[in-house]
């Protein structure tokens, strides 16, 4: 059954920024991630901020989206605003320096979480999953089983829609049998959710099992081909992009 | 040559396999039925690796005593639920998801993956998320998932009983090509239909399989067909009859043929006539459920698109996956809030609780610490008395055939049996005045459906309305008055049950492809006039 997409889920299409390689994507959002909270002056963000107009127009995302993508951040971002800029010791007022410097908190946050929307909605679970992983590769060093991680990360994502339909379906069990989930104040909605909670674990264990099952009938290990070809000039070029824009941010006074 | 020799295995203390011995050549297909808890799923993952047995060998190829890996990459294994058996979020990286694991090259994993795709008809998906496909669809790609390792044997372990009847039969012609290409495969099955064009048929019984010859001697066997439980099914008990009066059963049921050898509709009323038709009534007494003038859409899907229609007696809500039954369904039971439109019990607008639900899975409806407070929780919600809760608690389960001594214990520690029966008698207990059964029989042996069938015939006489979502139509319209047909979200049809059952035309209307007993009905009456 068809639901409307989570915010940031994956939305099919085919721009510029679909067609990127997602290794690409990963690495030019954590360097935007470096300059975002790296840049030093007003130029600098507005740098960053040109980058990620340029991602939003290049992948048709809303800047709507990006508000909708702040929402649940926004008591913590309004609040650190205000915290800024009120001055409570000595002579209690406004200060002008300290509001600047939670707005400029608010727009390091706003452009992180504009351009992981930007990555996220044009990329496959999977294909992210596996970019993730090629960024994490040098931790293979270190003993990190990156491939696994890989692995879990794809299964976790597929799992969400599934996890969903389930809460769904049993919530509808106990509805009709006359439980009234939403009634009753705090605790006793607390009370009809952990009711949701028991069959839902239940059936998230035997689920797992039965998949790590399946798994090992297809014969997973933990190491796996990387589906990833090598890199196309665009990729290497947004990446450079982004690297340049990133250094820039950091230096720019 | 796929073998086992001499197998037991299980999961608990008692094991369900007691030293089994089969085979599967290359190009064979062999057919294992059986009663629900008789072994053959364990029997069946012994084959492919993914349960150790406790004694006895297993001979691949030759070689005694493979090794985990060299069994899985041999031995496909499809289950009944694709849900268990899809990894990824996307279809192409599903069916990529083996190869990779074998370490196969980049190019060969994606020429494996076209390959496997085209093989199921799912080539135009390939960019399409897991989750917004059909459950038919989705049991396709767990078939393309496996056929991409190239599997020189494939176990399906009751892989169509959650299909519908198109789907199934596409799933037949996909192993039939892969027979033809030398695969070996053992299927496990509960559907009378999966015997045709088998090589062999097993009987489950004590642990052991026993072989039962060709399609044409299992199914003219009286005997065999009461150990597989198959003599409670009225499709296998028509085709029994027409292969005593001459019928030879082919590569698939013909219903044209097996209509000839048939002498009358007693031939499809089952061993003891439990099957036969129900005498027409005008319109059947007790409450109705209606929707009316109900649409739902889930973003821009539309499920229901103005939909008005009446549950009274047993009534059946037919379509192929998609066509909005089980959005329907929800809406008559009160739990989801059509967007336009409302549901209503005797005039009144439907509140969640009056009308019981139940799913095919009884673990989505189990909470309580004990079974005879998950049993009790629906009257004690409803009057507020624990103490006459308990007791409706008690009468329920005794209607249903849960024990006594189950009452104490985890409502999820039982098998899958019990389980259900208690998760049935959950909804009996609160005694509604209608219920909505969602897919109620799919992956039940032919006693537990015949078993199924009684109890809502019971809930019926007993003055209750019931809506039946059901893929299984033919033995579903016996037991039923009416008949309503959905596609797309519309009502396309409605018909007495007894008009429907002879009806194939009104299945086809609907796009669905009609069930073997409906068109030997037909045939039958046909002949006759």
């Known amino acids: ?253 | 040559m796929l073998e086992a020799r001499g197998v037991w295995a299980g999961y608990g203390a008692e094991p369900v396999v007691r030293g089994a011995s089969l085979c599967v050549a290359p190009g064979e297909r062999v057919v294992l039925v059986g009663r629900n808890g008789s072994g053959k799923s364990t029997l069946a993952r012994v084959l492919n690796g993914s349960v150790r047995p406790r004694r006895g060998t297993l001979v691949l190829d030759g070689a005694a005593g493979p090794v985990r890996t060299e069994l899985a990459r041999a031995v496909g294994f499809v289950r009944q639920d694709p849900r268990n058996q899809i990894v990824s979020a996307l279809v192409e990286d599903e069916v990529a998801f083996g190869p990779r694991n074998l370490g196969l090259a980049r190019e060969e994993v994606s020429e494996r993956v076209r390959e496997a795709l085209a093989a199921t008809g799912l080539s135009s998906l390939g960019g399409r998320m897991t989750s917004e496909l059909s459950g038919g669809q989705q049991q396709l790609l767990a078939v393309a998932g496996v056929l991409a390792m190239r599997p020189r044997y494939l176990v399906l372990d009751e892989a169509g009983s959650q299909l519908d009847e198109a789907t199934r039969a596409r799933l037949a012609d996909i192993v039939d090509a892969l027979l033809a290409r030398g695969v070996g495969v053992l299927e496990v099955a509960h559907a009378p239909e999966a015997v045709f064009g088998a090589t062999r048929v097993l009987v489950m019984s004590e642990g052991t399989p026993v072989c039962a010859g060709a399609p044409r001697d299992f199914l003219g066997s009286e005997e065999l067909l009461v150990r597989s439980g198959l003599s409670d099914d009225a499709l296998a008990w028509a085709v029994h009859e027409g292969v005593r009066s001459g019928y030879v059963p082919g590569r698939r049921l013909d219903a044209g043929a097996l209509a000839e050898h048939l002498s009358g509709e007693a031939d499809l009323e089952g061993r003891d006539g439990f099957f036969a038709p129900r005498a027409v009534a005008c319109a059947p007494a007790g409450p109705s459920v209606d929707l009316r003038d109900v649409s739902v859409t889930y973003g821009d899907v539309r499920a229901l698109a103005d939909v008005s229609l009446a549950v009274s007696g047993v009534t059946l809500l037919l379509g192929v996956s998609g066509s909005g039954k089980t959005t329907a369904g929800r809406v008559l039971a009160g739990v989801q809030e059509p967007d336009e439109g409302e549901a209503a019990l005797d005039g009144r607008p439907v509140v969640p609780g009056d009308v019981g639900l139940a799913f095919q899975r009884p673990e989505d409806q189990l909470f309580a610490d004990t079974v005879l407070d998950d049993i009790a929780y629906g009257p004690l919600m409803r009057t507020g008395d624990a103490e006459r809760a308990h007791e409706a608690a008690r009468r329920a389960a005794e209607t249903l055939g849960v024990g006594e001594e189950l009452f104490e214990q985890s409502p999820f520690e039982l098998s899958g049996g019990q389980m259900r029966r208690v998760a049935l008698a959950g909804v009996a207990a609160a005694e509604p005045a209608a219920y909505v059964f969602d897919e109620p029989t799919a992956g039940l042996d032919a006693p537990s459906r015949r078993a199924l069938l009684e109890l809502v015939r019971a809930l019926a006489s007993g003055g209750a309305a019931v809506a039946v979502i059901t893929h299984d139509a033919g033995e579903w319209l016996s037991a039923a008055d009416r008949v309503v047909f959905l596609r797309q979200g519309s009502v396309t049809a409605e018909a007495p049950a007894a008009r429907a059952l002879a009806a194939p035309e009104l299945f086809r209307e609907t796009g669905l492809r009609p069930p073997a007993l409906v068109e030997l009905r037909a045939l039958v009456g046909r002949d006759r006039d």
């Not at chain 1, 009370?191 to 998230?204: F, H, M, S, T």
Request: net charge positive.
């Open chain 1, 1 to 253: 059954m068809t639901r409307p997409g989570a915010l940031g889920g994956y939305v099919r299409g085919d721009t510029p920024v679909h067609a990127l390689d997602a290794r690409a994507k990963v690495a030019a959002l954590i360097l935007a991630t470096v300059g975002s909270f790296g840049a030093r002056s007003w130029a600098g963000l507005a740098l960053m901020g040109l980058l990620l107009a340029g991602a939003l127009a290049a992948s048709r995302t809303t800047p709507r989206a990006v508000l909708r993508g702040l929402r649940p951040a926004l008591v913590i971002l309004s609040f650190s605003l205000l915290a800024n800029a009120v001055v409570l010791v000595g002579q209690p007022g406004i200060s002008w320096e300290g509001l600047l410097r939670g707005a400029r908190a608010v727009v390091r946050i706003a452009l992180v979480v504009g351009l992981a929307l930007v990555v996220s909605s044009t990329t496959t679970p999977p294909a992210l999953a596996e970019g993730l992983a090629a960024v994490m590769a040098p931790l293979r060093v270190v003993g990190v089983p990156v491939g696994g991680v890989s692995t879990a990360l794809s299964v976790a994502l597929r799992s969400i829609p599934l996890t969903m339909e389930e809460i769904e379906r049993i919530r509808c069990a106990q509805l009709a049998r006359g439980a009234r989930l939403d009634a009753g104040g705090v605790v006793g909605r607390l009370r009809g959710w952990g009711q949701v909670l028991v069959p839902l674990i239940v059936g998230l264990f035997r689920r797992a099992d039965e998949l790590a099952r399946a798994m090992s009938d297809r014969c997973y290990t933990g190491e796996q081909t990387s589906m990833a070809g090598p890199l196309a000039l665009r990729d290497g070029l947004v990446i450079a992009l982004f690297a340049v824009g990133a250094a820039l941010a950091l230096v720019l006074w």
